[in-house]
């Protein structure tokens, strides 16, 4: 079983930055693909950016290219989430999942298995 904390968020101005942190502790890793969404107010959740756990194999939503950023610290078990230039459309609450052969490439939300509680990011004048 795999538990994930999400930290981070708040509030921030129009191209200001946040970056969130994603916890994760039990089960294990080595097979994981971890995935970034965000949740915006009466929308569905969609992705943001992903990152496979052994090697590393990132993939970004067309949205978030060259502004947003994944990594990971494997040691510390922490997925981080860099983002730059936001924009007010990008309000929502963002959560980390979890999931065992998942694909890097649009993995749909429904593949992963464990997930966060989100954290909460406005963007906002």
């Known amino acids: 079983q795999v538990q994930l904390v999400e930290s981070g968020g708040g509030w921030v101005q129009p191209g200001g930055s946040l970056k969130l942190t994603c916890a994760a502790s039990?089960?294990?890793?080595?097979?994981?693909?971890i995935g970034w969404f965000r949740q915006g107010p009466g929308k569905e959740r969609e992705l943001v950016a992903t990152?496979?756990?052994?090697?590393?194999?990132?993939f970004y939503a067309d949205a978030a290219k060259g502004r947003f950023f994944i990594s990971s610290d494997n040691g510390k078990k922490m997925v981080y989430l860099q983002m730059n230039s936001l924009d007010p459309t990008e309000k929502g609450v963002y959560c980390c999942?979890?999931?065992?052969?998942?694909?890097?490439?649009?993995?749909?939300?429904?593949?992963?298995?464990?997930w966060g509680q989100g954290t909460q990011v406005i963007v906002s004048s």
């Open positions: 999942g979890a999931g065992s052969g998942v694909a890097i490439v649009n993995p749909p939300p429904g593949s992963y298995r464990y």
């Open positions: 039990g089960g294990t890793f080595s097979t994981l693909t």
């Open positions: 990152i496979d756990w052994q090697d590393r194999t990132i």
